[in-house]
T-cell receptor, first 115, second 114 residues
Framework: DAGVIQSPRHEVTEMGQEVTLRCKPI?????LFWYRQTMMRGLELLIY????????DSGMPEDRFSAKMPNASFSTLKIQPSEPRDSAVYFC?????????????FGPGTRLTVL | GENVEQHPSTLSVQEGDSAVIKCTYS??????FPWYKQELGKRPQLIID?????GEKKDQRIAVTLNKTAKHFSLHITETQPEDSAVYFC?????????????FGSGTRLSIRP
């Protein structure tokens, strides 16, 4: 298995633009997580899905952020409009079972820079 | 809600010595405690985990201990090597009915001096 796949690996955009980050979880994993990592705030859980259904989105910072999982092999995290403070590394992770109580496999991350 | 505190934020040890990183958590319902290692520019990767029904777990040079009464758990790395240099994150997770919450500590940057 190729592991969790994320695209793009790097994204540079201007303030106000829409940004879409993509993730393909490991085949057979029922849970998918989106994280944001910054120096100031560390690693933050934004939202997670179980069987394509959002379970907990309490970590989503504000309405500018949205996430979808239309099928078991694809998820998106969208920021619209983007702001400089959204600059961070965004990780997607998946796990086989157990939500947050099972091993999570992280993707390589997307480094987002908003100018 | 859950809060996870991790100490120290930075740690430098001589190669061959041991390193200890400590975490405390607030939610008594937490029952899963993973540790992740993140090398510079890479993704976090699980190195060891422990569940609340055991007090200690070892995997070669790495061990984790859990004290549920005191709500703290620790990572122990013995005979440190240069490749142990990385940022280490602890986390605590509790399963509530249909959802679970995982909270990460703020990380410890471990440097191994040659």
């Amino acid at each position: 298995d190729a592991g969790v796949i994320q695209s793009p690996r790097h994204e540079v955009t201007e303030m106000g633009q829409e940004v879409t980050l993509r993730c393909k979880p490991i085949s057979g994993h029922d849970y998918l997580f989106w994280y944001r990592q910054t120096m100031m705030r560390g690693l933050e859980l934004l939202i997670y899905f179980n069987n394509n259904v959002p379970i907990d989105d309490s970590g989503m910072p504000e309405d500018r952020f949205s996430a979808k999982m239309p099928n078991a092999s694809f998820s998106t995290l969208k920021i619209q409009p983007s702001e400089p403070r959204d600059s961070a590394v965004y990780f997607c992770a998946s796990s086989f079972t157990g939500g947050g109580t099972d091993t999570q496999y992280f993707g390589p991350g997307t480094r987002l820079t908003v100018l | 809600g859950e809060n996870v505190e991790q100490h120290p934020s930075t740690l430098s040890v001589q190669e061959g010595d041991s390193a200890v990183i400590k975490c405390t958590y607030s939610d008594s319902a937490s029952n899963y405690f993973p540790w992740y290692k993140q090398e510079l520019g890479k993704r976090p990767q699980l190195i060891i985990d422990i569940r609340s029904n055991v007090g200690e777990k070892k995997d070669q040079r790495i061990a984790v201990t859990l004290n549920k009464t005191a709500k703290h758990f620790s990572l122990h790395i013995t005979e440190t090597q240069p490749e142990d240099s990385a940022v280490y994150f602890c986390a605590a997770s509790a399963l509530y009915s249909s959802a679970s919450k995982i909270i990460f500590g703020s990380g410890t940057r471990l440097s191994i001096r040659p």
